[in-house]
Protein backbone atom coordinates (compact mmCIF):
# COMPACT_ATOMS: atom_id res chain seq x y z
CA UNK A 1 0.00 0.00 0.00
CA UNK A 2 1.47 3.37 -1.20
CA UNK A 3 2.35 6.16 1.82
CA UNK A 4 0.81 8.88 0.28
CA UNK A 5 3.04 11.39 1.97
CA UNK A 6 1.63 14.54 2.11
CA UNK A 7 3.55 18.24 1.59
CA UNK A 8 3.22 19.23 5.03
CA UNK A 9 5.28 15.77 5.39
CA UNK A 10 8.16 16.05 3.23
CA UNK A 11 8.51 19.58 4.60
CA UNK A 12 9.02 18.18 7.99
CA UNK A 13 11.27 15.69 6.37
CA UNK A 14 13.19 17.79 5.03
CA UNK A 15 13.62 20.38 7.84
CA UNK A 16 14.57 17.27 10.07
CA UNK A 17 17.15 16.35 7.29
CA UNK A 18 18.69 19.84 7.95
CA UNK A 19 18.58 19.91 11.48
CA UNK A 20 21.54 20.31 13.37
CA UNK A 21 20.62 20.09 16.85
CA UNK A 22 18.64 17.37 18.38
CA UNK A 23 15.75 20.00 19.83
CA UNK A 24 15.54 20.97 16.24
CA UNK A 25 15.67 17.35 15.24
CA UNK A 26 13.13 16.79 17.67
CA UNK A 27 11.14 19.45 16.77
CA UNK A 28 10.78 18.43 13.17
CA UNK A 29 9.97 14.92 13.66
CA UNK A 30 7.33 16.12 16.33
CA UNK A 31 5.47 17.59 12.97
CA UNK A 32 6.30 14.56 10.75
CA UNK A 33 4.68 12.29 13.78
CA UNK A 34 1.36 15.19 13.52
CA UNK A 35 1.16 15.00 10.03
CA UNK A 36 1.61 11.77 8.77
CA UNK A 37 -1.09 10.03 7.30
CA UNK A 38 -2.60 7.57 9.80
CA UNK A 39 -3.11 4.36 7.62
CA UNK A 40 -2.05 0.82 7.17
CA UNK A 41 0.50 1.76 4.14
CA UNK A 42 2.72 4.13 6.52
CA UNK A 43 2.18 1.76 9.89
CA UNK A 44 5.76 0.79 9.82
CA UNK A 45 7.30 4.14 9.27
CA UNK A 46 5.31 6.03 11.98
CA UNK A 47 6.78 2.79 14.09
CA UNK A 48 10.57 4.33 13.19
CA UNK A 49 9.64 7.44 13.61
CA UNK A 50 8.67 6.57 17.00
CA UNK A 51 11.80 4.84 17.59
CA UNK A 52 13.75 7.54 16.36
CA UNK A 53 11.95 10.04 18.54
CA UNK A 54 12.56 7.70 22.05
CA UNK A 55 16.32 7.69 20.67
CA UNK A 56 16.45 11.36 20.14
CA UNK A 57 15.06 12.27 23.89
CA UNK A 58 16.89 9.58 25.05
CA UNK A 59 19.88 11.64 23.54
CA UNK A 60 18.62 15.03 25.50
CA UNK A 61 18.72 13.97 28.74
CA UNK A 62 21.90 12.05 28.83
CA UNK A 63 23.26 15.34 27.81
CA UNK A 64 24.26 17.17 30.90
CA UNK A 65 22.82 21.13 31.25
CA UNK A 66 25.51 23.14 29.55
CA UNK A 67 28.24 24.74 31.90
CA UNK A 68 29.67 28.12 31.41
CA UNK A 69 32.28 27.28 29.15
CA UNK A 70 30.17 25.15 26.60
CA UNK A 71 27.78 28.12 26.79
CA UNK A 72 30.83 30.23 25.50
CA UNK A 73 31.07 28.18 22.53
CA UNK A 74 27.85 28.33 21.76
CA UNK A 75 27.10 30.64 18.53
CA UNK A 76 24.24 31.10 16.93
CA UNK A 77 24.05 30.78 13.03
CA UNK A 78 23.26 33.76 10.97
CA UNK A 79 23.66 33.88 7.03
CA UNK A 80 23.87 31.31 4.04
CA UNK A 81 26.39 28.87 5.97
CA UNK A 82 28.66 29.17 9.57
CA UNK A 83 32.52 28.50 8.70
CA UNK A 84 34.98 27.65 11.81
CA UNK A 85 38.53 29.14 11.79
CA UNK A 86 40.96 26.64 13.47
CA UNK A 87 44.63 26.75 14.11
CA UNK A 88 47.38 26.48 16.61
CA UNK A 89 48.52 29.75 18.71
CA UNK A 90 49.73 33.09 17.09
CA UNK A 91 48.86 31.33 13.15
CA UNK A 92 46.95 34.58 12.15
CA UNK A 93 43.51 33.35 12.91
CA UNK A 94 42.03 37.00 14.03
CA UNK A 95 43.78 38.73 11.61
CA UNK A 96 42.08 37.13 9.17
CA UNK A 97 38.78 37.28 10.73
CA UNK A 98 39.12 41.11 11.36
CA UNK A 99 40.29 41.57 7.64
CA UNK A 100 37.25 38.95 6.18
CA UNK A 101 34.47 40.35 7.98
CA UNK A 102 35.39 43.87 9.56
CA UNK A 103 34.20 42.62 13.28
CA UNK A 104 36.63 43.22 15.51
CA UNK A 105 38.53 40.48 17.26
CA UNK A 106 42.11 41.27 18.87
CA UNK A 107 45.38 40.76 17.15
CA UNK A 108 48.34 40.66 19.42
CA UNK A 109 52.03 39.31 18.64
CA UNK A 110 50.94 36.99 21.29
CA UNK A 111 49.79 33.39 21.78
CA UNK A 112 46.10 32.98 23.18
CA UNK A 113 44.88 36.42 22.61
CA UNK A 114 41.64 35.35 21.25
CA UNK A 115 39.69 33.22 24.41
CA UNK A 116 36.12 33.00 23.05
CA UNK A 117 34.97 32.37 19.74
CA UNK A 118 33.61 35.33 17.61
CA UNK A 119 31.53 35.38 15.03
CA UNK A 120 31.22 37.95 12.32
CA UNK A 121 29.80 37.97 8.63
CA UNK A 122 31.83 37.37 5.53
CA UNK A 123 29.93 39.36 2.24
CA UNK A 124 30.47 36.80 -0.88
CA UNK A 125 28.94 38.35 -3.96
CA UNK A 126 25.18 37.78 -2.83
CA UNK A 127 25.49 36.25 0.19
CA UNK A 128 26.53 36.62 3.49
CA UNK A 129 28.82 33.48 5.52
CA UNK A 130 29.43 33.66 8.79
CA UNK A 131 33.04 33.18 10.06
CA UNK A 132 33.73 32.26 13.76
CA UNK A 133 37.12 33.04 15.21
CA UNK A 134 37.96 30.87 17.87
CA UNK A 135 40.61 30.42 20.68
CA UNK A 136 43.58 28.46 19.82
CA UNK A 137 43.90 24.87 19.77
CA UNK A 138 46.70 23.62 22.03
CA UNK A 139 47.79 20.05 22.86
CA UNK A 140 46.30 18.18 24.95
CA UNK A 141 43.76 20.20 26.23
CA UNK A 142 40.21 21.21 24.58
CA UNK A 143 37.69 23.37 26.32
CA UNK A 144 34.45 21.65 26.52
CA UNK A 145 31.93 23.16 24.03
CA UNK A 146 34.57 23.46 21.35
CA UNK A 147 34.02 20.30 19.79
CA UNK A 148 30.60 21.03 19.78
CA UNK A 149 31.36 24.30 18.09
CA UNK A 150 33.15 22.49 15.02
CA UNK A 151 30.32 19.80 14.62
CA UNK A 152 27.69 21.80 14.01
CA UNK A 153 29.77 24.38 11.57
CA UNK A 154 29.67 23.86 8.07
CA UNK A 155 32.71 23.52 7.10
CA UNK A 156 36.09 24.63 8.82
CA UNK A 157 39.11 26.95 7.13
CA UNK A 158 42.61 25.73 8.63
CA UNK A 159 44.62 28.42 9.04
CA UNK A 160 48.87 27.68 9.28
CA UNK A 161 51.40 29.67 9.85
CA UNK A 162 53.94 28.89 7.52
CA UNK A 163 56.56 30.23 8.78
CA UNK A 164 56.60 27.61 11.41
CA UNK A 165 56.70 24.44 10.68
CA UNK A 166 53.38 24.40 8.79
CA UNK A 167 53.41 20.75 8.45
CA UNK A 168 54.28 19.84 12.36
CA UNK A 169 50.96 22.45 12.96
CA UNK A 170 48.66 20.55 10.65
CA UNK A 171 50.00 17.01 12.39
CA UNK A 172 48.83 18.74 15.92
CA UNK A 173 45.49 20.02 14.44
CA UNK A 174 44.75 16.34 12.87
CA UNK A 175 45.54 14.99 16.15
CA UNK A 176 43.64 17.26 18.15
CA UNK A 177 40.49 16.57 15.82
CA UNK A 178 41.18 13.00 15.93
CA UNK A 179 40.61 13.00 19.80
CA UNK A 180 37.57 14.81 19.21
CA UNK A 181 36.65 12.24 16.72
CA UNK A 182 36.08 14.53 13.98
CA UNK A 183 37.35 13.75 10.77
CA UNK A 184 37.84 16.87 8.00
CA UNK A 185 38.02 15.88 4.19
CA UNK A 186 38.72 18.21 1.75
CA UNK A 187 37.78 16.43 -1.41
CA UNK A 188 36.08 13.29 -2.68
CA UNK A 189 33.69 11.76 -1.37
CA UNK A 190 33.71 11.48 2.57
CA UNK A 191 33.72 8.00 3.84
CA UNK A 192 31.32 7.15 6.39
CA UNK A 193 31.87 6.86 9.41
CA UNK A 194 31.82 4.96 12.89
CA UNK A 195 28.53 5.99 15.33
CA UNK A 196 29.94 9.27 17.50
CA UNK A 197 32.06 10.39 14.76
CA UNK A 198 31.86 13.99 12.62
CA UNK A 199 33.10 14.96 9.53
CA UNK A 200 33.76 18.00 8.18
CA UNK A 201 34.95 19.85 4.63
CA UNK A 202 38.17 21.76 5.54
CA UNK A 203 40.01 24.06 3.39
CA UNK A 204 43.87 24.72 4.39
CA UNK A 205 44.97 28.29 4.55
CA UNK A 206 48.79 28.68 4.68
CA UNK A 207 48.61 32.16 5.98
CA UNK A 208 51.59 35.08 6.71
CA UNK A 209 52.75 34.10 2.97
CA UNK A 210 54.23 37.79 3.01
CA UNK A 211 57.04 37.19 5.47
CA UNK A 212 60.69 36.44 4.26
CA UNK A 213 60.79 32.97 2.65
CA UNK A 214 57.56 31.99 3.37
CA UNK A 215 56.65 30.62 -0.13
CA UNK A 216 59.16 27.65 0.65
CA UNK A 217 57.56 26.84 3.86
CA UNK A 218 54.17 27.07 2.02
CA UNK A 219 55.34 24.72 -0.83
CA UNK A 220 56.17 21.97 1.52
CA UNK A 221 53.12 22.02 3.02
CA UNK A 222 51.64 21.95 0.13
CA UNK A 223 53.56 19.03 -1.58
CA UNK A 224 52.61 17.28 1.60
CA UNK A 225 48.76 17.82 1.67
CA UNK A 226 47.76 18.74 -2.00
CA UNK A 227 46.25 15.51 -2.80
CA UNK A 228 43.88 15.48 0.29
CA UNK A 229 43.06 19.21 0.37
CA UNK A 230 41.93 22.29 -0.92
CA UNK A 231 44.68 24.89 0.12
CA UNK A 232 45.64 28.47 -0.51
CA UNK A 233 48.67 30.33 0.21
CA UNK A 234 47.50 33.46 1.88
CA UNK A 235 48.32 36.75 4.07
CA UNK A 236 46.05 38.26 6.39
CA UNK A 237 47.91 40.88 6.99
CA UNK A 238 47.89 42.15 3.76
CA UNK A 239 44.69 40.43 2.54
CA UNK A 240 46.37 38.71 -0.40
CA UNK A 241 44.03 35.95 -2.14
CA UNK A 242 41.39 37.14 -0.16
CA UNK A 243 38.87 36.80 -3.14
CA UNK A 244 40.50 33.36 -4.09
CA UNK A 245 39.76 32.36 -0.06
CA UNK A 246 36.33 33.71 -0.84
CA UNK A 247 35.45 31.40 -3.97
CA UNK A 248 36.71 28.74 -2.23
CA UNK A 249 35.34 28.92 0.84
CA UNK A 250 31.19 28.82 -1.32
CA UNK A 251 32.93 25.41 -2.88
CA UNK A 252 33.58 24.15 -0.06
CA UNK A 253 30.19 24.53 1.65
CA UNK A 254 28.54 22.69 -1.59
CA UNK A 255 25.19 24.82 -1.92
CA UNK A 256 23.57 26.71 -5.12
CA UNK A 257 21.85 29.65 -5.59
CA UNK A 258 18.75 30.33 -7.62
CA UNK A 259 16.49 32.75 -7.72
CA UNK A 260 12.56 32.74 -8.68
CA UNK A 261 10.75 35.65 -9.89
CA UNK A 262 6.76 35.60 -10.40
CA UNK A 263 5.00 35.38 -14.11
CA UNK A 264 5.95 38.12 -16.32
CA UNK A 265 8.03 39.70 -13.69
CA UNK A 266 11.43 39.71 -13.46
CA UNK A 267 14.16 37.79 -10.97
CA UNK A 268 15.77 39.57 -8.16
CA UNK A 269 19.13 38.59 -8.44
CA UNK A 270 20.04 39.87 -5.37
CA UNK A 271 17.98 37.64 -3.11
CA UNK A 272 19.07 34.35 -3.75
CA UNK A 273 17.97 31.35 -2.55
CA UNK A 274 20.34 29.01 -1.07
CA UNK A 275 20.08 25.18 -1.14
CA UNK A 276 22.16 22.02 -1.37
CA UNK A 277 23.54 20.73 -3.76
CA UNK A 278 21.01 18.20 -5.41
CA UNK A 279 17.93 20.05 -4.35
CA UNK A 280 14.96 20.20 -6.23
CA UNK A 281 12.11 22.60 -7.41
CA UNK A 282 10.19 21.40 -4.54
CA UNK A 283 12.83 22.67 -2.22
CA UNK A 284 13.12 25.92 -3.76
CA UNK A 285 9.05 26.33 -3.25
CA UNK A 286 9.56 24.68 0.60
CA UNK A 287 11.92 27.65 0.96
CA UNK A 288 9.47 30.41 -0.21
CA UNK A 289 6.32 28.72 1.45
CA UNK A 290 4.43 25.46 2.67
CA UNK A 291 1.69 26.67 0.94
CA UNK A 292 3.86 26.68 -2.37
CA UNK A 293 4.54 23.41 -2.38
CA UNK A 294 1.31 22.21 -1.69
CA UNK A 295 0.16 23.74 -4.35
CA UNK A 296 2.97 23.58 -7.20
CA UNK A 297 1.55 21.91 -10.35
CA UNK A 298 4.97 22.70 -12.37
CA UNK A 299 8.01 25.35 -12.75
CA UNK A 300 9.64 27.09 -15.82
CA UNK A 301 13.13 27.48 -15.79
CA UNK A 302 16.07 29.91 -17.55
CA UNK A 303 19.36 28.48 -17.35
CA UNK A 304 20.24 24.80 -16.35
CA UNK A 305 21.30 24.43 -19.87
CA UNK A 306 18.23 24.25 -20.78
CA UNK A 307 16.12 26.36 -23.46
CA UNK A 308 15.02 29.23 -21.57
CA UNK A 309 11.50 29.22 -20.45
CA UNK A 310 11.16 25.24 -20.15
CA UNK A 311 8.85 23.64 -18.31
CA UNK A 312 10.40 21.20 -15.40
CA UNK A 313 8.15 18.87 -13.07
CA UNK A 314 8.39 19.24 -9.08
CA UNK A 315 11.12 16.79 -8.59
CA UNK A 316 13.90 18.82 -11.45
CA UNK A 317 17.00 19.40 -10.01
CA UNK A 318 17.87 23.10 -10.21
CA UNK A 319 21.03 24.59 -10.77
CA UNK A 320 23.32 26.89 -9.54
CA UNK A 321 21.93 29.98 -11.07
CA UNK A 322 19.24 28.79 -12.32
CA UNK A 323 16.07 31.69 -12.53
CA UNK A 324 12.71 29.56 -11.40
CA UNK A 325 9.18 30.82 -12.23
CA UNK A 326 6.55 28.72 -9.80
CA UNK A 327 2.99 27.70 -11.51
CA UNK A 328 0.08 27.07 -8.92
N1 LIG B 1 53.59 38.76 8.50
C1 LIG B 1 52.36 38.41 8.86
N2 LIG B 1 52.00 38.42 10.14
C2 LIG B 1 50.74 38.07 10.45
C3 LIG B 1 49.80 37.68 9.45
N3 LIG B 1 48.64 37.35 10.08
C4 LIG B 1 48.84 37.54 11.39
N4 LIG B 1 50.10 37.98 11.63
C5 LIG B 1 50.68 38.34 12.93
O1 LIG B 1 50.69 37.20 13.76
C6 LIG B 1 50.43 37.55 15.11
C7 LIG B 1 49.23 36.77 15.63
O2 LIG B 1 48.08 37.17 14.92
P1 LIG B 1 46.61 36.87 15.47
O3 LIG B 1 45.67 37.22 14.38
O4 LIG B 1 46.39 37.46 16.81
O5 LIG B 1 46.72 35.27 15.60
P2 LIG B 1 45.66 34.26 16.25
O6 LIG B 1 45.79 32.98 15.51
O7 LIG B 1 44.31 34.88 16.32
O8 LIG B 1 46.27 34.09 17.71
P3 LIG B 1 45.53 33.49 19.02
O9 LIG B 1 44.25 34.23 19.21
O10 LIG B 1 46.50 33.73 20.11
O11 LIG B 1 45.34 32.06 18.72
C8 LIG B 1 50.20 39.07 15.10
O12 LIG B 1 51.41 39.71 15.43
C9 LIG B 1 49.84 39.35 13.67
O13 LIG B 1 50.14 40.67 13.25
C10 LIG B 1 50.23 37.68 8.09
O14 LIG B 1 49.48 37.37 7.15
N5 LIG B 1 51.50 38.06 7.85
MG1 LIG C 1 43.10 35.18 17.88
Same mark, same amino acid.
Given at each position: ??????????????????????????????????????????????????????????????????????????????????? +? !? $???? &??? %?????? *?? /????? @? #????????????????????????????????????????????????????????????????? +? !? $???? &??? %?????? *?? /????? @? #??????????????????????????????????????????????????????????????????????????????????????? @???????????????????????????????????????????????
Amino acid at each position: MPANLTPQYLEAEAKFKQAKTTQEKIKALEVMMAVIPKHKGTERLRGQLKSRMAKLKEELQKRPTLGRAEQAYTVKREGSAQV +V !L $LGLP &NCG %KSTLFS *KA /THAFS @E #VADYPFTTQKPIPGMMKFENLQIQLVDTPPIQLDHIEPGFSNLIRNADALLIVIDVTEDPIFQME +V !L $LEEL &NRM %KIMIAG *KG /TIPSL @E #VGWASLRALLLGNKCDAKNAMEGYRAFEGRFKEDFPLLPISAKEGMNFDELKKEVYQLLDIIRVYTKAPGGGPDLTEPVVLKKGSTV @EDVALSIHKDFLKKLRYAKIWGSGKFDGQMVKRDYKVNEGDIIEMHI
